[in-house]
DNA sequence: GCATGCCTGCACGAAATTTGCACATCCGGC
DNA sequence: GCCGGATGTGCAAATTTCGTGCAGGCATGC
């Protein structure tokens, strides 16, 4: 049975949201704070999680960024204010939707259901490397929040390089990706992208996470 | 049947590990700490080892690094904190996979059938020897947790000697190896990189780990 | 039509590597 | 101990691979 992990500070909430979701069908266990709601979260034992924003401590937003490191876990969104709800709807989080306050039981089941039904295909494969979330499909880009302004080739680029993490991608290889076989492109074009996309990820903080392995090819770093 | 070797600490997740598994059908036999594990492990008995890293005395981290040495088990990882999370996703263990406390014995078990179902192929083709780690894929080298940064000669050398351990290879395979047939380079430049290769080895602790055969050729020593 | 932004890729300087010469050493056989 | 071939070493030229500034070509939006 799919159990469901409720984050909520408020327990009155957290006892509604409990009492709709098994008579849903779903089992559930429940996380009072953000710290606690990292731990279970991270255990595995949650097929979904619903999670308030608004939190002392360690808030929603931020336990759901550091769940992203280790979990694809679909997670539901708990929102109180319309200005959270601008800074979920970004792919930023990789959240897979959100219900505001006040809620109806009836409807946040919906949700619920609607997300594990779509099952795993999380469809649009998210990728995401240390700060640096990249959503090719939505044509976005995060680092540590805030976003970054990527053209399509760069995001091309981006997105092969990423989806070979640690791996040395000879520039062949990486043309193409991007270009498609048989095509004719400078070596210096592709430098040149990489260069603007450096200089970007420089920007944004993320410095040095293009690497250059001489004679060898392209590697993805970490992006700490 | 397979079975499977519980590495941890404390008697209660060992038996709770113990449960979970025999119930998925495997066999199990445990360790209580980093020696006894170490022993174990090296029987070849164990199709899977599932060790705990925050163990008094030898930790899971130094028992994996100790049996990567003679062995390729596969090797799923208990891990506590975060920032032991961060030490295993290198390459520099070989670990499979890992699962953080607290972790439900479901997802587990799913993640063993996982590692088993996948295989040997572990994907890339991990070079070990001693202390030394070439990943030719990822362009990287370690020794001993330290990275070692070399040429693309140098790492297609050092790949060659690494796939043949303690076979003499006289240079003109070496030559052939690195720079395909009818070439024709002297061997005085493979001197160049061997000393160069040599030079970095040495530095990183693995000294004399390319031996010299007068007269015969290359061999690819212990490099403890 | 014009401004703006993106894609390409040329020319050139900067770096990182590779190569191998000239000479010192070493090894093994006699 | 001496000799010739096999190796190791310091060094610098030769080569290959990169990064950068810049400019033309295009497509898009106004």
Known sequence: MTEILIVDDDPAIRNVLKIAIEQAGYGTFEAADGDAALRLGQSGRAGLIVLDIGMPERDGLEVCRELRKSSDVPILFLTARQDEIDRIVGLEMGADDYVSKPFSPRELVARIKAILKRGQPTADPILRRGRLT???????????GASVTLTAREMEILAKLMSHPDHVLARPQLVDAVYGTNVNVSDRTLDSHLRNLRHKLD??????????????????????
């Open 203 to 224: 920007e944004a903080g993320c410095i040095d996470a293009i690497e250059t392995v001489h004679g060898v090819g392209i590697r993805m770093g970490p992006c700490a």
């Open 134 to 144: 990249l959503d090719p499909h939505r044509h976005l880009c995060e680092i540590g």
